[in-house]
């Protein structure tokens, strides 16, 4: 079993900037695809970035080069770094773990990731 906590997420003015951190623990030992989610009322939630434990990316198109993510393996932490934000950003940030045994999925493969955090809240005005 792996526990996420995400934290980080805010209100923040367009075209600024927040830092997304998501702690893992339990069984974080092995080979991980981590990744952040994303979600609004109403709608499906969409991946936003993957990161493997060889440390490849992969973003969603709608990132267009704005977020990067990246992991602290001491610290066990998992970050969304997000500029040049816009309104349409507003949602509710998830970070997701699955294990892969050394791959990793695509941003879209939401539904294969069985590790969820709580959720941490963006605002962008």
Do not use: H
Not at 36 to 47: A, C, I, L, N, S
Request: glycine share 14%.
């Amino acid at each position: 079993q792996v526990q996420l906590v995400e934290s980080g997420g805010g209100p923040v003015q367009g075209g600024g900037s927040l830092k997304l951190s998501c702690v893992a623990s339990g069984d974080t030992d092995g080979s991980y695809c981590m990744g952040w989610f994303r979600q609004v009322p109403g709608k499906e939630r969409e991946g936003v970035a993957t990161l493997d434990s060889d440390d490849s990316t992969e973003y969603a198109p709608f990132v267009a080069g704005r977020f990067t993510i990246s992991k602290d393996k001491d610290k066990n932490t998992l970050y969304l770094q997000m500029d040049s934000l816009k309104p349409e950003d507003t949602a509710m940030y998830y970070c997701a773990a699955e294990s892969t045994g050394g791959y990793c999925y695509t941003p879209s493969a939401v539904a294969d990731f069985g590790y969820w955090g709580q959720g941490t809240q963006v605002t962008v005005s």
